[in-house]
């Protein structure tokens, strides 16, 4: 499947980076595509339309707000609809480009290192077209997550700033080692690999966070002391209020 990116901004820049070949990308910034192009290989034309006559799907990785101004463009000429605009409901890309399977998907910055996680929801029309291609190009850089379309905010509060929210976490842990005397790439050495660590073993061990939490906890040690100055710390109740801030009202 040859896949076309309307859009080279920082998500279409990790999904092309994560499948790791030659793109095909049409952005309003023409230097900005050509600058992937240069990392990548292929063809950044300056021009949807052609993008969207040579690609068998494109991808909408446009500002939301330009979904009109695009279909506008290429509504004649695209053959698949791949959608990863935020906020943009599959019934309004529906609208954008009638009769078209259209596929909508949150992605996540890790995408760009082959671990990735999708968010999808299908169109009406999704299973008349190829729908089962799409699934496993999305499928060889993360995991992909089919859900009813209203949780795709909830979820992308979860998936796709849960890279922002866990870089916070790590820099916090980080200034604290720092504090107390250890040098800053050390201290960034060992949280990034602790944390990378610790999602191996609850992906790959079977261990759910609260089994992890009780083997690593000792009764009355040095874990239980940290967790319970978290819990004063009120990091349960942070963690809540920034999915809610997210889901908004």
Aim: charged share 20%.
């Amino acid at each position: 499947m040859k896949v076309g990116l309307i859009g080279a901004g920082n998500m279409a820049s990790a999904l092309a980076r994560g499948w790791g070949e030659p793109v095909l990308v049409a952005d309003v910034d023409h230097g900005r595509a050509q600058l992937l192009v240069e990392q990548l290989g292929g063809e950044a034309p300056g021009s949807n339309a052609y993008v969207a006559d040579q690609a068998d799907a494109v991808v909408l990785c446009h500002k939301p707000a330009q979904l009109r101004d695009v279909a506008e463009e290429i509504g004649g000429r695209a053959k698949v609809v791949i959608s990863i605009l935020g906020g943009t409901r599959i019934e309004d890309i529906e609208a954008a480009y009638p009769g078209l399977p259209v596929y909508r998907f949150m992605p996540n910055i890790p995408a760009e290192v082959g671990h990735g996680v999708f968010c999808y929801a299908p169109g009406t029309l999704a299973g008349e077209g190829p729908e089962q291609d799409v699934l496993e190009l999305f499928g060889r850089i993360g995991t992909v997550v089919k859900l009813p379309e209203p949780l795709i905010d909830p979820a992308t509060a979860l998936m796709g700033c849960g890279p922002a929210f866990f870089a916070l976490v790590a820099e916090a842990l980080v200034d604290a080692g720092v504090r107390h005397g250890i040098t800053p790439d050390d201290a960034s050495r060992m949280v990034v690999e602790t944390m990378a660590g610790t999602a191996a073993v609850l992906r790959d061990h079977g261990d759910d966070t609260a089994g992890l939490r009780r083997r690593v906890t000792s009764p009355g040690g040095s874990t239980a002391r940290g967790l319970a100055a978290l819990e004063r710390g009120g990091v349960r109740a942070a963690f809540s209020d920034s999915v809610d801030a997210v889901v908004g009202p």
